[in-house]
């Protein structure tokens, strides 16, 4: 059975630093990981796919890289902003139907 | 533009009281899920449509029920809600099963 677990559960930072959020999964045979961001008390935004073949996928600010061998992935937020502020959490494709299993999330903070 | 719509945002309802949850997509996509989040935890998938193919997950309880006429639109219907009931319903489309998905706002449901 897939777990998905992310590291820590809550980070808060000063405005302008990097920083990287953690995702691992116990089976590596997956297939496609996704990153999200979850404001509070509304639904999730896409961030970025990274599909089993690739090992990074960059966005703007934001660079995810996956290593299945190791059952990892991570998130790196460059040059973090208050409105970075929110909860991100890493979900795994599992089987054949899409299903996502998702991580327990970051909530991160950004202090100015 | 919206892409995935849910309606309403809030529904309140009482106990026993049936409740449905709408959903609308002007993305065109095969595939359409409906996933429960309750506070402070992942979602958790409950069922989806490939297309016309319902597919439910093993442990969603059976006072779940979904409904999909057409491509654009999806309904939850929860018979007969419960106070365990009350949580965040998101609504998530993709093109094919294991791409991007795509959520919407969520609707948040509160049972009295």
């Known amino acids: ?112 | 533009d919206a892409m995935v719509i849910q309606n309403p945002r809030y529904q309140v309802t009482q106990f026993g009281k049936p409740v449905t949850l709408s959903c609308s997509q002007t993305l065109n996509h095969n595939v359409m899920y409906w996933y429960q989040q309750k506070s402070s935890q992942a979602p958790k998938l409950l069922f989806h449509y490939y297309d016309k193919d319902f597919n439910n997950e093993a442990d969603t309880p059976d006072n779940f029920q979904s409904r999909r006429p057409n491509t654009s639109f999806c309904f939850l219907d929860i018979r007969s809600p419960g106070l365990g009931d009350a949580a965040m319903y998101l609504c998530a489309t993709s093109r094919d099963r294991r791409q991007t998905q795509y959520f919407g706002p969520g609707t948040r449901l509160l049972v009295l």
């Open chain 1, 1 to 112: 059975k897939q777990e998905v677990t992310q590291i820590p559960a809550a980070l808060s930072v000063p405005e302008g630093e990097n920083l990287v959020l953690n995702c691992s999964f116990t089976d590596s045979a997956i297939y496609n990981l996704q990153w999200f961001r979850q404001d509070p008390g509304k639904g999730l935004t896409s961030l970025l796919l990274i599909q089993s073949s690739q090992r990074e996928q960059t966005s703007g600010r934001l660079n995810a890289s996956l290593d299945k061998s190791s059952g990892r992935s991570t998130l790196y937020i460059a040059a973090s902003q208050p409105g970075d502020s929110a909860t991100y959490l890493c979900a795994v494709f599992s089987g054949n139907t899409g299903k996502l299993i998702f991580g327990q999330g970051t909530t991160l903070q950004v202090k100015p």
